[in-house]
């Protein structure tokens, strides 16, 4: 697991609080892609809840689960 790919995450997980619902769906989908790439499929999950959350409207979900990850993944760096 590379330190770089962590940060592409992160900064990835960071654009999603600007930007059309379609636009942010796409960066979460990416976010999803590296972090299955990382081999992390429980993360991967949650990623794809935050992405339902925003598809249903419901923010305050979107946005827990936005920093649950953001936690997660900064303790992927070691």
Same mark, same amino acid.
């Given at each position: 697991?590379?330190?770089?790919?962590?940060?592409?995450?992160?900064?990835?997980?960071?654009?999603?609080?600007?930007?059309?619902?379609?636009?942010?769906?796409?960066?979460?989908?990416?976010?999803?892609?590296?972090?299955?790439?990382?081999?992390?499929?429980?993360?991967?999950?949650?990623?794809?809840?935050?992405?339902?959350?925003?598809?249903? +409207?419901?923010?305050?979900?979107?946005?827990?689960?936005?920093?649950?990850?953001?936690?997660?993944? +900064?303790?992927?760096? +070691?």
């Amino acid at each position: 697991m590379t330190v770089g790919r962590v940060g592409l995450i992160l900064s990835t997980l960071n654009a999603t609080e600007v930007g059309t619902l379609d636009s942010i769906s796409e960066k979460l989908r990416q976010v999803r892609e590296e972090l299955l790439a990382l081999d992390q499929p429980a993360l991967a999950d949650r990623v794809e809840e935050s992405i339902q959350a925003l598809t249903r +409207g419901d923010v305050a979900e979107f946005k827990r689960l936005r920093a649950f990850l953001q936690s997660k993944v +900064g303790h992927l760096r +070691g």
